[in-house]
């Protein structure tokens, strides 16, 4: 599978809007209407973009503290996969080299065997997990 990458420039407007490039919007198959997920990073000025694909996604925000150490991700991955999460983005880094690190996961939840709650109570179970915070997302309607 080829990895394509497009760049673009584009001006922030009056009302703080971008506009998606049509290059961009047709690789990524993103149609009006459709629901993106915005994950901001303020120490790295960066923000990452992604499409939801899935009509009727139930969309929450996973914070996860977990202990640095090798195949902590794999196991929280793992966990997710066990309950029929979707990850649609995620950023994971280390705080503390070896000691401390934190992930956020943007997550479609719509196809888990389990709720919210049971999912966070499950997440926390895992060994290399100090912390589990969620957020909910609502769906905007325009």
């Given amino acids: 599978m080829s990895n394509l990458r497009i760049s673009g420039l584009v001006k922030v407007d009056s009302k703080g809007r971008i ?3 049509q290059t961009m ?11 993106v997920v915005l994950l901001a990073d303020s ?27 090798p195949g902590a991700l794999a196991k929280l991955i793992e ?6 999460v979707d990850i649609i983005t995620n950023k994971c880094m280390s705080i503390t080299r070896k000691e401390e690190g934190e992930c956020t996961f943007i997550v479609d939840v719509s196809q888990s065997a389990v709720d919210v709650e049971k999912l966070k109570s499950e997440l926390e179970s895992v060994d290399i997990v100090t912390q589990v915070r969620l957020r909910r997302f609502e769906i905007p309607s325009y």
């Fill in 79 to 84: 966990k997710m996969a066990e309950y029929k």
């Fill in 19 to 21: 506009t998606i490039p």
């Fill in 25 to 35: 919007r047709e690789n990524l198959g993103i149609e009006p209407g459709m629901l």
């Fill in 43 to 69: 120490e790295k000025k960066e923000i990452l973009i992604s499409p939801i694909l899935t009509e009727g996604a139930k969309v929450i925000e996973l914070n996860i503290d977990l202990k640095d150490e």
